[in-house]
Protein backbone atom coordinates (compact mmCIF):
# COMPACT_ATOMS: atom_id res chain seq x y z
CA UNK A 1 0.00 0.00 0.00
CA UNK A 2 1.19 3.29 -0.92
CA UNK A 3 0.82 5.21 2.54
CA UNK A 4 1.67 8.24 1.11
CA UNK A 5 -1.58 8.16 -1.37
CA UNK A 6 -3.53 7.10 1.83
CA UNK A 7 -2.62 10.29 3.27
CA UNK A 8 -3.41 12.84 0.60
CA UNK A 9 -6.30 11.22 0.43
CA UNK A 10 -7.00 12.03 4.08
CA UNK A 11 -7.05 15.79 3.53
CA UNK A 12 -11.06 16.61 2.89
CA UNK A 13 -11.32 14.50 6.13
CA UNK A 14 -8.33 16.04 7.95
CA UNK A 15 -10.09 19.69 7.15
CA UNK A 16 -13.20 18.68 8.55
CA UNK A 17 -11.49 16.98 11.90
CA UNK A 18 -9.58 20.19 12.65
CA UNK A 19 -11.13 23.52 11.31
CA UNK A 20 -13.52 23.81 13.94
CA UNK A 21 -10.77 23.52 17.20
CA UNK A 22 -8.16 25.28 15.13
CA UNK A 23 -10.22 28.36 14.35
CA UNK A 24 -11.46 28.56 18.18
CA UNK A 25 -7.78 28.12 19.60
CA UNK A 26 -6.97 30.88 17.48
CA UNK A 27 -10.04 33.11 18.22
CA UNK A 28 -9.42 32.43 22.03
CA UNK A 29 -5.74 33.23 22.24
CA UNK A 30 -4.88 35.50 19.83
CA UNK A 31 -7.08 38.16 22.19
CA UNK A 32 -8.13 42.27 20.91
CA UNK A 33 -5.00 44.22 22.96
CA UNK A 34 -2.58 41.88 20.93
CA UNK A 35 -4.24 42.13 17.29
CA UNK A 36 -4.64 46.06 17.60
CA UNK A 37 -1.16 46.25 18.61
CA UNK A 38 0.71 44.57 16.12
CA UNK A 39 2.93 45.99 13.13
CA UNK A 40 4.30 43.51 11.94
CA UNK A 41 5.04 39.73 11.55
CA UNK A 42 6.84 37.47 10.94
CA UNK A 43 6.62 34.10 10.03
CA UNK A 44 9.28 31.14 10.70
CA UNK A 45 9.94 27.90 10.26
CA UNK A 46 11.92 25.28 8.38
CA UNK A 47 11.38 22.91 5.49
CA UNK A 48 7.99 22.40 4.80
CA UNK A 49 6.87 25.18 7.57
CA UNK A 50 8.91 27.66 5.86
CA UNK A 51 7.17 26.67 2.83
CA UNK A 52 3.96 27.32 4.84
CA UNK A 53 4.87 30.61 5.56
CA UNK A 54 6.09 31.50 2.37
CA UNK A 55 2.68 30.22 0.88
CA UNK A 56 0.35 32.44 3.00
CA UNK A 57 2.62 35.87 3.25
CA UNK A 58 0.18 37.44 0.46
CA UNK A 59 -2.96 36.48 2.38
CA UNK A 60 -1.66 38.21 5.54
CA UNK A 61 -0.46 40.93 3.79
CA UNK A 62 -4.13 41.13 1.91
CA UNK A 63 -6.07 40.87 4.87
CA UNK A 64 -4.43 42.33 7.84
CA UNK A 65 -2.69 44.92 6.16
CA UNK A 66 0.09 44.74 8.09
CA UNK A 67 3.91 43.90 6.46
CA UNK A 68 4.42 39.96 6.74
CA UNK A 69 7.91 38.43 5.90
CA UNK A 70 8.39 34.79 5.91
CA UNK A 71 11.84 33.57 6.69
CA UNK A 72 13.39 30.20 7.30
CA UNK A 73 14.05 30.22 11.32
CA UNK A 74 18.17 30.14 10.62
CA UNK A 75 17.30 33.49 8.60
CA UNK A 76 15.09 34.95 11.22
CA UNK A 77 17.01 33.85 14.33
CA UNK A 78 20.67 33.95 13.59
CA UNK A 79 20.42 37.02 10.93
CA UNK A 80 17.31 39.21 11.83
CA UNK A 81 15.65 38.86 15.26
CA UNK A 82 18.29 41.62 16.35
CA UNK A 83 17.51 44.32 14.34
CA UNK A 84 13.70 43.94 14.47
CA UNK A 85 12.68 47.67 14.64
CA UNK A 86 11.86 48.32 18.42
CA UNK A 87 8.48 49.69 18.21
CA UNK A 88 6.76 48.65 21.31
CA UNK A 89 4.86 46.09 23.60
CA UNK A 90 3.16 43.65 21.39
CA UNK A 91 4.05 45.49 18.14
CA UNK A 92 6.16 43.05 16.61
CA UNK A 93 4.71 39.29 16.28
CA UNK A 94 6.45 36.17 15.73
CA UNK A 95 4.63 32.83 14.99
CA UNK A 96 7.32 29.71 14.51
CA UNK A 97 5.38 26.74 12.95
CA UNK A 98 6.46 23.62 14.11
CA UNK A 99 4.15 20.60 13.81
CA UNK A 100 6.19 18.58 15.82
CA UNK A 101 7.49 21.42 18.07
CA UNK A 102 11.02 19.18 17.93
CA UNK A 103 13.25 21.88 15.76
CA UNK A 104 15.69 23.28 17.08
CA UNK A 105 16.13 25.90 14.89
CA UNK A 106 12.42 27.05 15.12
CA UNK A 107 12.77 27.02 18.79
CA UNK A 108 15.99 28.84 18.86
CA UNK A 109 14.03 31.77 16.24
CA UNK A 110 11.36 32.04 18.40
CA UNK A 111 14.11 32.93 21.77
CA UNK A 112 15.57 35.00 19.38
CA UNK A 113 12.24 36.84 18.87
CA UNK A 114 11.62 36.61 22.54
CA UNK A 115 15.23 38.40 23.49
CA UNK A 116 14.43 41.23 20.67
CA UNK A 117 11.24 42.12 22.68
CA UNK A 118 8.51 40.41 19.91
CA UNK A 119 5.48 38.33 21.50
CA UNK A 120 5.91 34.98 20.24
CA UNK A 121 3.60 31.84 18.73
CA UNK A 122 3.97 28.45 18.43
CA UNK A 123 1.78 26.69 15.72
CA UNK A 124 2.50 23.06 16.97
CA UNK A 125 0.89 19.70 17.74
CA UNK A 126 3.09 19.48 20.38
CA UNK A 127 2.67 21.97 23.68
CA UNK A 128 5.04 20.37 25.92
CA UNK A 129 7.81 20.60 23.15
CA UNK A 130 10.38 22.95 22.58
CA UNK A 131 8.96 24.92 20.42
CA UNK A 132 6.31 25.48 22.67
CA UNK A 133 8.39 26.25 26.01
CA UNK A 134 9.66 29.21 23.88
CA UNK A 135 6.30 30.69 22.73
CA UNK A 136 4.49 33.31 24.87
CA UNK A 137 0.96 31.82 23.02
CA UNK A 138 0.58 28.09 22.28
CA UNK A 139 -1.76 27.62 18.74
CA UNK A 140 -2.02 24.17 18.84
CA UNK A 141 -3.00 21.90 15.87
CA UNK A 142 -4.83 18.95 16.13
CA UNK A 143 -3.29 16.73 13.71
CA UNK A 144 -5.51 13.76 14.18
CA UNK A 145 -2.76 10.45 14.31
CA UNK A 146 -2.81 9.04 10.38
CA UNK A 147 -2.50 5.23 10.28
CA UNK A 148 0.81 3.74 9.33
CA UNK A 149 2.95 0.55 9.55
CA UNK A 150 5.24 0.96 13.28
CA UNK A 151 8.67 2.78 12.18
CA UNK A 152 6.67 3.94 8.81
CA UNK A 153 7.82 7.83 8.37
CA UNK A 154 6.13 9.06 5.43
CA UNK A 155 6.79 12.56 3.45
CA UNK A 156 4.62 15.13 5.43
CA UNK A 157 1.06 16.54 3.33
CA UNK A 158 -1.34 16.93 6.64
CA UNK A 159 0.78 18.77 8.99
CA UNK A 160 1.34 20.91 5.97
CA UNK A 161 -2.29 21.60 5.27
CA UNK A 162 -2.66 21.68 8.55
CA UNK A 163 -0.20 24.74 9.06
CA UNK A 164 -1.70 26.46 5.78
CA UNK A 165 -5.60 26.22 7.72
CA UNK A 166 -4.28 27.72 10.62
CA UNK A 167 -2.07 30.02 9.19
CA UNK A 168 -5.17 31.23 6.88
CA UNK A 169 -7.61 31.74 9.94
CA UNK A 170 -4.75 33.74 11.89
CA UNK A 171 -4.99 35.81 9.38
CA UNK A 172 -8.12 36.29 9.30
CA UNK A 173 -8.82 36.37 12.86
CA UNK A 174 -6.17 39.56 13.39
CA UNK A 175 -7.88 41.48 9.89
CA UNK A 176 -11.28 41.34 12.00
CA UNK A 177 -9.83 42.36 15.07
CA UNK A 178 -8.41 45.43 12.86
CA UNK A 179 -11.74 46.04 11.16
CA UNK A 180 -9.97 44.88 7.98
CA UNK A 181 -12.86 42.70 7.38
CA UNK A 182 -16.12 42.99 9.29
CA UNK A 183 -17.85 40.12 10.58
CA UNK A 184 -19.74 38.67 7.60
CA UNK A 185 -17.08 39.16 5.59
CA UNK A 186 -14.66 37.10 7.64
CA UNK A 187 -17.37 34.76 8.72
CA UNK A 188 -17.47 34.07 4.75
CA UNK A 189 -13.77 33.81 4.22
CA UNK A 190 -14.11 30.89 7.20
CA UNK A 191 -16.54 29.44 5.55
CA UNK A 192 -14.41 29.55 2.33
CA UNK A 193 -11.72 27.91 4.22
CA UNK A 194 -13.31 25.20 5.54
CA UNK A 195 -15.22 24.34 2.09
CA UNK A 196 -11.83 23.26 0.84
CA UNK A 197 -12.51 20.23 1.84
CA UNK A 198 -14.80 19.34 -0.90
CA UNK A 199 -12.22 21.00 -3.43
CA UNK A 200 -9.57 18.83 -2.14
CA UNK A 201 -11.68 15.75 -2.20
CA UNK A 202 -12.78 17.37 -6.31
CA UNK A 203 -9.31 17.85 -7.05
CA UNK A 204 -7.75 14.38 -5.67
CA UNK A 205 -10.16 12.67 -7.79
CA UNK A 206 -9.76 14.25 -11.17
CA UNK A 207 -5.89 14.39 -10.54
CA UNK A 208 -4.76 11.05 -9.05
CA UNK A 209 -5.52 9.13 -12.61
CA UNK A 210 -3.30 12.28 -14.64
CA UNK A 211 -0.78 11.67 -11.16
CA UNK A 212 -0.07 8.05 -11.82
CA UNK A 213 -0.11 8.24 -16.06
CA UNK A 214 2.52 11.23 -15.62
CA UNK A 215 5.10 8.84 -13.10
CA UNK A 216 4.68 6.08 -15.33
CA UNK A 217 5.92 8.02 -18.53
CA UNK A 218 8.35 10.19 -16.49
CA UNK A 219 9.44 8.39 -13.56
CA UNK A 220 12.90 7.50 -15.80
CA UNK A 221 13.82 11.08 -15.98
CA UNK A 222 15.39 11.53 -12.56
CA UNK A 223 15.34 15.30 -12.23
CA UNK A 224 11.88 17.36 -12.02
CA UNK A 225 11.59 21.16 -11.70
CA UNK A 226 8.51 23.04 -10.17
CA UNK A 227 7.76 26.71 -10.94
CA UNK A 228 5.22 29.09 -9.51
CA UNK A 229 4.86 32.88 -8.25
CA UNK A 230 3.32 34.39 -5.56
CA UNK A 231 2.14 32.13 -3.11
CA UNK A 232 2.48 29.31 -5.50
CA UNK A 233 6.14 29.90 -5.39
CA UNK A 234 5.92 27.68 -2.00
CA UNK A 235 3.29 25.47 -3.66
CA UNK A 236 7.24 24.91 -5.95
CA UNK A 237 9.45 24.60 -3.03
CA UNK A 238 6.72 22.43 -1.12
CA UNK A 239 6.06 19.80 -4.20
CA UNK A 240 10.14 20.04 -4.97
CA UNK A 241 10.68 18.78 -1.46
CA UNK A 242 8.17 16.07 -1.60
CA UNK A 243 10.03 14.52 -4.50
CA UNK A 244 13.09 14.57 -3.01
CA UNK A 245 11.71 13.18 0.10
CA UNK A 246 9.41 10.72 -1.96
CA UNK A 247 11.33 9.40 -4.54
CA UNK A 248 15.29 10.75 -3.84
CA UNK A 249 15.47 12.17 -7.03
CA UNK A 250 16.73 15.61 -7.87
CA UNK A 251 14.10 18.05 -7.95
CA UNK A 252 13.56 21.96 -8.01
CA UNK A 253 11.04 24.47 -6.82
CA UNK A 254 11.66 27.64 -8.59
CA UNK A 255 10.03 31.09 -9.19
CA UNK A 256 8.41 31.37 -12.95
CA UNK A 257 10.72 34.49 -13.55
CA UNK A 258 13.65 33.00 -11.79
CA UNK A 259 13.08 30.02 -14.88
CA UNK A 260 13.06 32.13 -17.80
CA UNK A 261 16.36 33.35 -16.40
CA UNK A 262 18.12 30.32 -15.23
CA UNK A 263 16.79 26.71 -15.74
CA UNK A 264 15.95 27.90 -19.80
CA UNK A 265 19.43 27.61 -19.98
CA UNK A 266 19.99 23.57 -18.52
CA UNK A 267 21.38 21.74 -21.13
CA UNK A 268 18.77 18.55 -20.24
CA UNK A 269 16.03 19.40 -22.62
CA UNK A 270 13.64 16.55 -21.64
CA UNK A 271 13.43 17.41 -18.33
CA UNK A 272 9.70 17.52 -17.11
CA UNK A 273 8.83 21.10 -15.71
CA UNK A 274 5.34 21.50 -13.66
CA UNK A 275 4.23 25.12 -13.93
CA UNK A 276 1.69 25.73 -10.81
CA UNK A 277 -0.27 28.67 -11.26
CA UNK A 278 -3.82 30.30 -9.54
CA UNK A 279 -4.52 31.59 -12.84
CA UNK A 280 -4.00 35.42 -11.66
CA UNK A 281 -1.34 38.00 -11.28
CA UNK A 282 1.00 35.11 -12.27
CA UNK A 283 -1.08 34.04 -15.89
CA UNK A 284 0.73 36.29 -18.59
CA UNK A 285 4.20 35.18 -17.32
CA UNK A 286 3.62 31.98 -16.86
CA UNK A 287 1.82 31.18 -20.40
CA UNK A 288 5.42 32.48 -21.76
CA UNK A 289 7.21 30.20 -19.56
CA UNK A 290 4.82 27.05 -20.84
CA UNK A 291 5.95 28.54 -24.66
CA UNK A 292 9.12 28.87 -24.13
CA UNK A 293 9.63 25.62 -22.10
CA UNK A 294 8.07 23.59 -24.79
CA UNK A 295 9.91 25.02 -27.30
CA UNK A 296 13.27 23.57 -25.86
CA UNK A 297 11.17 20.52 -25.31
CA UNK A 298 10.70 19.90 -21.60
CA UNK A 299 7.94 17.80 -20.52
CA UNK A 300 5.50 19.76 -19.39
CA UNK A 301 2.79 19.60 -16.83
CA UNK A 302 0.54 22.54 -15.97
CA UNK A 303 -1.48 22.98 -12.64
CA UNK A 304 -3.75 25.66 -12.86
CA UNK A 305 -7.32 26.14 -13.19
CA UNK A 306 -9.62 25.19 -16.08
CA UNK A 307 -10.11 28.89 -17.10
CA UNK A 308 -6.55 29.79 -17.24
CA UNK A 309 -6.51 30.32 -20.80
CA UNK A 310 -3.40 30.32 -22.85
CA UNK A 311 -1.32 27.92 -20.70
CA UNK A 312 -3.27 24.60 -20.32
CA UNK A 313 -2.90 23.90 -24.19
CA UNK A 314 1.08 23.87 -23.83
CA UNK A 315 0.86 21.05 -21.47
CA UNK A 316 1.80 17.33 -21.95
CA UNK A 317 -0.26 16.84 -19.04
CA UNK A 318 -3.33 19.27 -17.29
CA UNK A 319 -4.03 18.87 -13.64
CA UNK A 320 -7.33 20.87 -13.23
CA UNK A 321 -7.88 22.85 -10.00
CA UNK A 322 -10.77 24.74 -9.05
CA UNK A 323 -10.54 28.20 -9.42
CA UNK A 324 -10.15 30.30 -6.10
CA UNK A 325 -8.69 33.24 -4.72
CA UNK A 326 -5.27 33.26 -5.39
CA UNK A 327 -3.88 34.37 -1.68
CA UNK A 328 -5.73 30.82 -0.39
CA UNK A 329 -4.65 28.43 -3.74
CA UNK A 330 -1.73 26.48 -2.11
CA UNK A 331 -4.51 24.52 0.12
CA UNK A 332 -5.33 22.82 -3.50
CA UNK A 333 -2.42 23.73 -5.55
CA UNK A 334 -0.15 21.08 -3.76
CA UNK A 335 -2.38 18.45 -4.35
CA UNK A 336 -1.09 17.29 -7.27
CA UNK A 337 2.31 17.62 -6.85
CA UNK A 338 2.12 15.43 -3.95
CA UNK A 339 0.17 12.79 -5.85
CA UNK A 340 2.98 12.60 -8.82
CA UNK A 341 5.80 12.72 -5.87
CA UNK A 342 3.94 9.42 -4.57
CA UNK A 343 3.57 7.51 -7.41
CA UNK A 344 7.25 8.36 -8.87
CA UNK A 345 8.37 6.46 -5.83
CA UNK A 346 5.87 3.91 -6.40
CA UNK A 347 7.14 3.27 -9.83
CA UNK A 348 10.64 3.21 -8.98
CA UNK A 349 10.16 1.18 -5.91
CA UNK A 350 12.09 3.99 -4.04
CA UNK A 351 11.45 3.84 -0.32
CA UNK A 352 10.00 6.88 1.33
CA UNK A 353 13.49 8.94 2.76
CA UNK A 354 15.56 6.39 1.25
CA UNK A 355 14.73 4.19 4.37
CA UNK A 356 17.13 6.25 6.61
CA UNK A 357 20.14 3.90 5.23
CA UNK A 358 23.57 5.11 3.49
CA UNK A 359 24.59 7.59 6.56
CA UNK A 360 21.20 8.82 7.05
CA UNK A 361 19.71 8.09 10.42
CA UNK A 362 16.20 9.13 12.15
CA UNK A 363 18.16 10.18 15.25
CA UNK A 364 17.52 13.79 16.44
CA UNK A 365 15.52 13.91 13.29
CA UNK A 366 17.80 12.79 10.61
CA UNK A 367 21.42 11.62 12.33
CA UNK A 368 24.63 13.89 11.46
CA UNK A 369 22.02 16.70 10.43
CA UNK A 370 20.64 16.10 13.93
CA UNK A 371 17.18 18.76 13.20
CA UNK A 372 16.21 18.01 16.76
CA UNK A 373 19.45 17.80 18.85
CA UNK A 374 21.43 20.72 16.91
CA UNK A 375 23.20 23.05 19.04
CA UNK A 376 21.09 26.37 19.98
CA UNK A 377 21.95 29.66 20.86
CA UNK A 378 20.89 30.93 24.05
CA UNK A 379 21.30 34.84 23.63
CA UNK A 380 21.63 37.36 20.72
CA UNK A 381 25.17 37.72 19.59
Not at 30 to 55: I, M, P, T
Not at 71 to 76: A, I, K, N, P
Not at 269 to 278: D, L, M, Q, R
Request: aromatic share 8%; net charge negative.
Amino acid sequence: MNYMIEQIHSLPELMNQIFQPLDDTIRTKLDHELCLSVKRLYVVGCGDSHHASLATELSFESLTRLPDDPMTSMLFGRYAAGFIPQTGPKTNLVIGISVSGAVSRTAEALRMGKQAGATVVALTATPDSAVGKEAAIILDVPVPEFPSPEGTIIPGVRSYFTSQVGLFLTAIRIAEIRGQLNNSQAAELRAEIHGFADLASKTIEECDPIAKKAAQEWASEGEFVFAGSGPNYATALFTAAKVLEASGDSALGQDVEEWAHLQYFAKNKTTPTFIISAGDRDLSRSVEMAVAAKQLGRGLAVIAPKSAAGITEHADYHFPVPEVKEMFSPLITAIPGELFSAYVAEEKGEPFFRDFKGGRSIEGGGGISRIRTSETWENWK
